[in-house]
Structures are given as C-alpha cells and as structure tokens.
C-alpha cells in the first residue's frame, strides 16, 4: 500500500482512516450479504439499512428535533443556492443575505432571479478578510441566510446572527458543519455538501423543518420541491448511495469520538497550535481577522508570491499536500477539518519553521 501523505485540500477533502479502512470492505461485499455497497439497489434490504442507519446518526449527533426533515439530495451545495428561494421567496418579497465570500454572493446571484435580495451585510471592501459586525436586515425578510464558514477567505462565525422577527435562519454549513456543536432549533434549514466534512463530493445533505416543507409551491419542477425528497425518503430518483454509506460511516466515527463538543475541543486545539505559531513567525503572516479566524481553514501568506510558491513545492515534496491557496488569496490554504490529524498539523509547523529559519531576514 502506498503511504498516506497529509491531505490538506479544501475539499474532497481528508476521511477518517477507518472509515476508508470499513469502505474497502464494503466494496466488495457489504456485510455478508455477497454484493459491494456500490453495485447495491437503493431499494434493497441492505441499503435501506445503511440509509435508516445514517438518518439516525445524523438526528444522534446533532440532536436534530423530529419537527426537522433529514434529507439526502443531490446537487452540491449550488443547487440549494436557487433551490432556497424558488421554494421561499416571491417577486414580491425581500430575503436577506450576508456576504462574507464568494460563495454567498453566488448564493445572492441566483436568488435575484426569484424576488429581491437585501445584502444585510458584506465584507468584500476588504478581500472577505473579516465578519461584519453590523448588519442591516430589511423589514420582513422572508428568510435570513448565510454562510457558516468561508472556505476561500478562512473565516467563520462564531455563533448564529441575530435574525429579525421570525424570519427563517438559512445556513449554508458546507465546510463547518458538525465541527462544533449545533443548536439546530435556530435555524429553518442547514445544509452541506457533504466532500469537505461529511464524505465525499456527490451528496448533499439537507436538514428542514416541517412547516418550510409544507410552504413551498407546488408549480415548480418536481426535484426541487422539498416535499419531494421528504415524502420520497429522498428516494424519487435513486439517491446518491455511495456518498449516503460513507457519510453514515463519517457520523458513526464523529459519535464515536465522543460528539460534537468533543470535535470542537479537538478543531480549537489543531487550529490553536497553527495560530500560535502564525502570529508569532516573521515570516508567514495569516490572512484573516483574528476575531473571525476560520477553525477549519487556514489562510496564511508571506507577502512574496514567489516564497509562496517555493514553500507550497518544499511542503508538497515533505508529503504535505493541498497546500495552495485560492487564487482569491494567494498565499496558502490549510484545510483542517474533523477529519484531518493533529500530527499532520505538528509536521506543517515543523516544516514551515525548518522554511522560515532559511528564508526569513
């Protein structure tokens, strides 16, 4: 077997070993039952068990309440982009968006073409460097949204915004969900793609309260009814099966970790010891606001892109891989989520000190 380097990309991103470990022989047969989990009907005895399984893990682990739907579509994230406001929003009403990254202003992009858009906040005068503190809602919004943690820009929220009225809380969680603990009464819907915290790219996973089902319309395409997925099982078409086992698989390790709090000391420590050692180098400085620094992803820099890429070639080769930034930043990007280990965060330091001792004036 070819030795596991440190994976550090920003999505597909690092699954829990054992979890790969379980999948390997899953492929070839599940269980005892002769056939691999890919070549499974989703109507079967066997899948259906591997779906109730990853229902009841996700309702375990983040204590959804049963007033909440747990759906599994497809799509990716971008598909709730325009899915969200076909369902809830009309040419008549206003939805607020906070725009901290280009994923929210993606998110903005396709909701113009249902109703009215209020951007209550945006923190793009400054590269999304920062969460605003002021945000300005409309009057009656019909739902607040927003974007949990910015995978590009390496900030995060601290904690939910303050939406007015009874407005629903639309959360797009792709890359922090379960990472923390998660008050889902707080929220009309989350959801996630699931490549960077959950699984692998291809399942996307959806949590709706009823009463959010029950409003939408019914004049619009048929997969894009909430309804839909939440009367079907999320079975109207086949489901995304491979992506729905190892993401059953992800929520069975997570509880067996200990839960949600216990990932979130495990993410404030990895994050904690990267901190650290960015604020005090002279070398490598970190992108994002201090009071707003993601916990998942790290963005750092040295000012030169040239030193930049010399690192990125010096890590890569030191079996740390992932490690370029996005082009909106530069610089590098490490990507630490649930799954990622800490020893992998020890060998980034390590290497970027042995760096810095040669490269620093």
């Known amino acids: 077997m070819t030795e596991r380097i440190y994976n550090f990309s920003a999505g597909p991103a690092a699954l829990p070993l054992p979890v790969l470990e379980q999948a390997q022989k899953d492929l070839i047969s ?4 002769g056939i691999g989990i890919l070549e499974h009907s989703h109507r079967s005895k066997a899948f259906l068990a591997v779906y109730e399984a990853a229902e009841a893990l996700c309702r375990e682990v983040a204590a959804v309440p049963d007033n909440y739907k747990v759906l599994f579509v497809q799509g990716g994230a971008s598909t709730q982009f325009f899915t969200i406001p076909m369902n809830f929003l009309s040419k008549d009403q ?3 968006y906070l725009v901290t990254g280009s994923w929210s202003k ?3 992009k396709e909701a113009k073409m249902f109703g009215n858009v ?6 793009e005068d400054q590269n999304f460097s920062y969460i605003p503190e002021e945000v300005n809602y409309s009057d009656k919004p019909a739902y607040v949204h927003f974007t949990s943690n910015n995978t ?6 601290a904690s939910e915004p303050q939406v007015p009225g009874d407005a629903p809380l639309i959360c797009d969680a792709s890359s922090d969900i379960f990472s923390r603990p998660l008050d889902i009464t707080k929220y009309g819907i989350v959801y996630a793609g699931a490549q960077k915290n959950l699984g692998p ?10 009463d959010l089902i029950a409003q939408g319309p019914s004049d619009i395409p048929t997969m894009l009814q909430y309804r839909t997925h939440s009367e079907a099982g999320s079975m109207y078409n086949t489901p995304p099966t491979f992506g729905i086992y190892i993401l059953g698989q992800v929520l069975q390790w997570l509880k067996d970790q200990g839960g949600l709090s216990v990932m979130q000391e495990k993410n404030q420590a990895k994050a904690g010891k990267l901190y650290d050692y960015l604020d005090q ?5 970190p992108t994002a606001a201090k009071k707003d620094r993601s916990l998942m992803n790290v963005t750092f820099v040295t000012g030169d892109a040239d030193l930049d890429a010399k690192f990125i070639a010096q890590a890569t080769a030191a079996g740390l891989d992932g490690l370029k930034g996005h082009r909106s930043v530069g610089g590098m990007r490490a990507s630490i989520y649930n799954a990622f280990p800490e020893a992998g965060v020890d060998k980034l330091i390590e290497t970027m000190s042995q760096f810095e001792q040669e490269h620093a004036s």
């Open 94 to 96: 206003t939805a607020d």
């Open 106 to 108: 993606k998110a903005v």
């Open 281 to 285: 180098s002279k070398l490598f400085k």
């Open 30 to 33: 599940l269980g005892d039952t």
């Open 152 to 157: 590009i820009y390496g900030t995060e929220f």
């Open 118 to 123: 209020n951007v209550a906040c945006s923190s």
């Open 201 to 210: 790219s291809g399942v996307t996973l959806v949590i709706i309260r009823d």
